[in-house]
């Protein structure tokens, strides 16, 4: 197909909690470390490497910047927020063996959930707290389940599905208090919400460049190296010592100048861009609920959740034929599936939805290119699909 004829064809893109475009002014600031300025940052002989390594560390002061970190060198930079969170609790644990006790939540993203599982089966002490039905896990709960050889506590800033927006603040109060190191998986909520590492008491913050309109295969884990509790982590990979010996591996210069660019110009337009999306959320809901009257119902907060993020199931629906009928829309389920079997997400069996609504359910990501046309087209595709479907029963 030639790619004048595949761009008339393109779906609207309502995904961006899956991923999103690379920004043109990103990509702008990228360009020259994938030409002309393509040195090493670890090459410490030539100017090619000087400039790569002058490169690293503005990107570096910036993001600290940016992040409120106390210190540039709290910057690690990874392949994506999946690799810092494993490099966080992982790397966190084996460095201190002595105390075995971690605590995180239902509804965190698998990245979070299997590196604590897989501890579990090597003899860790795990609570997986339970969320109420609008996906909030209670800092009570946390404070409850604290023990005195409880190590970190990990919870995502604001959910991959449902856009629930956690009382960060509070619950890494209650770990400084009770010197207990705080993880956060922000991957959804850097450049959304306002988030400040030292301000806010979070010890080891991840992130990645790809859902901020950055570049795909970048991203850090913020490093606390001041205050207590001390902080040590055992590498997750080994080769040079990179990264302050936490991340061994060449630099991807262009993708970290990016990371860079992107996050500042998330924060620069962030509450602009908020009060416009949430506005078009709400008309996608409200559109939804009138053409569908008594089948659609919110997953998550009204509130407190990311102003992109629409997660509705709807009644009566077949959620595994759902997907397939929508046309000219691209969206995502509340399942994590694959084609073949198709399951029930656990963040909205969390909630308490049964695995029927579970499954029949979508997960709107409205971003920087949605425009009111895109959400009267959402309303009709989903409208029509449903409809296919009461005509075919």
Same mark, same amino acid.
């Given at each position: 197909?030639?790619?004048?004829?595949?761009?008339?064809?393109?779906?609207?893109?309502?995904?961006?909690?899956?991923?999103?475009?690379?920004?043109?002014?990103?990509?702008?600031?990228?360009?020259?470390?994938?030409?002309?300025?393509?040195?090493?940052?670890?090459?410490?002989?030539?100017?090619?490497?000087?400039?790569?390594?002058?490169?690293?560390?503005?990107?570096?002061?910036?993001?600290?910047?940016?992040?409120?970190?106390?210190?540039?060198?709290?910057?690690?930079?990874?392949?994506?927020?999946?690799?810092?969170?494993?490099?966080?609790?992982?790397?966190?644990?084996?460095?201190?063996?002595?105390?075995?006790?971690?605590?995180?939540?239902?509804?965190?993203?698998?990245?979070?959930?299997?590196?604590?599982?897989?501890?579990?089966?090597?003899?860790?002490?795990?609570?997986?707290?339970?969320?109420?039905?609008?996906?909030?896990?209670?800092?009570?709960?946390?404070?409850?389940?604290?023990?005195?050889?409880?190590?970190?506590?990990?919870?995502?800033?604001?959910?991959?599905?449902?856009?629930?927006?956690?009382?960060?603040?509070?619950?890494?109060?209650?770990?400084?208090?009770?010197?207990?190191?705080?993880?956060?998986?922000?991957?959804?909520?850097?450049?959304?919400?306002?988030?400040?590492?030292?301000?806010?008491?979070?010890?080891?913050?991840?992130?990645?460049?790809?859902?901020?309109?950055?570049?795909?295969?970048?991203?850090?884990?913020?490093?606390?190296?001041?205050?207590?509790?001390?902080?040590?982590?055992?590498?997750?990979?080994?080769?040079?010592?990179?990264?302050?010996?936490?991340?061994?591996?060449?630099?991807?210069?262009?993708?970290?100048?990016?990371?860079?660019?992107?996050?500042?110009?998330?924060?620069?337009?962030?509450?602009?861009?908020?009060?416009?999306?949430?506005?078009?959320?709400?008309?996608?809901?409200?559109?939804?609920?009138?053409?569908?009257?008594?089948?659609?119902?919110?997953?998550?907060?009204?509130?407190?959740?990311?102003?992109?993020?629409?997660?509705? !199931?709807?009644?009566?629906?077949? @959620?595994?034929?759902?997907?397939? $009928?929508?046309? &000219?829309? %691209? *969206?995502? =389920?509340?399942? +994590?599936?694959?084609?073949?079997?198709?399951?029930?997400?656990?963040?909205?069996?969390?909630?308490?939805?049964?695995?029927?609504?579970?499954?029949? !359910?979508?997960?709107?990501?409205? @971003?920087?290119?949605?425009?009111? $046309?895109?959400? &009267?087209? %959402? *309303?009709? =595709?989903?409208? +029509?699909?449903?409809?296919?479907?009461?005509?075919?029963?």
């Amino acid at each position: 197909m030639p790619p004048e004829a595949a761009s008339r064809s393109a779906p609207v893109y309502l995904d961006h909690h899956a991923t999103t475009p690379l920004d043109e002014r990103v990509l702008e600031a990228m360009l020259p470390y994938l030409r002309e300025e393509f040195g090493n940052a670890a090459s410490r002989t030539h100017a090619y490497g000087w400039r790569a390594e002058a490169a690293v560390e503005h990107a570096r002061e910036r993001l600290a910047d940016l992040l409120g970190a106390r210190d540039p060198a709290e910057i690690v930079f990874t392949s994506g927020a999946t690799e810092s969170n494993n490099l966080a609790i992982l790397g966190l644990f084996e460095a201190e063996p002595g105390r075995r006790h971690g605590i995180t939540v239902a509804t965190e993203h698998p990245s979070v959930l299997d590196p604590f599982r897989a501890l579990a089966r090597r003899g860790l002490a795990l609570d997986v707290l339970e969320v109420d039905g609008e996906g909030f896990v209670s800092p009570d709960a946390i404070a409850r389940a604290l023990r005195d050889e409880t190590l970190l506590v990990s919870v995502m800033a604001a959910n991959n599905e449902i856009g629930a927006v956690q009382p960060i603040r509070e619950i890494a109060a209650l770990c400084r208090e009770r010197g207990v190191a705080f993880h956060c998986d922000a991957a959804q909520a850097a450049g959304k919400l306002e988030l400040a590492t030292a301000r806010d008491g979070i010890d080891l913050l991840s992130l990645t460049g790809h859902k901020l309109y950055g570049p795909k295969g970048i991203g850090l884990l913020v490093v606390r190296k001041h205050g207590r509790p001390r902080l040590r982590l055992e590498p997750r990979q080994y080769g040079g010592g990179h990264e302050g010996g936490l991340r061994s591996g060449t630099l991807p210069v262009a993708s970290i100048v990016g990371l860079a660019r992107a996050l500042e110009l998330c924060l620069a337009e962030r509450e602009a861009e908020a009060t416009r999306l949430a506005a078009l959320r709400d008309r996608l809901h409200a559109e939804l609920a009138a053409a569908l009257p008594g089948r659609v119902l919110l997953n998550g907060p009204r509130d407190a959740r990311l102003p992109g993020n629409l997660n509705v !199931s709807f009644t009566d629906v077949d @959620g595994d034929r759902l997907i397939a $009928d929508l046309q &000219g829309i %691209a *969206v995502s =389920s509340g399942s +994590a599936c694959s084609s073949a079997l198709p399951e029930p997400s656990p963040v909205l069996l969390a909630l308490g939805r049964s695995p029927a609504l579970a499954r029949a !359910s979508l997960r709107f990501g409205l @971003g920087r290119g949605t425009t009111h $046309d895109h959400v &009267g087209k %959402a *309303v009709a =595709s989903v409208v +029509a699909a449903i409809a296919l479907q009461s005509s075919a029963a």
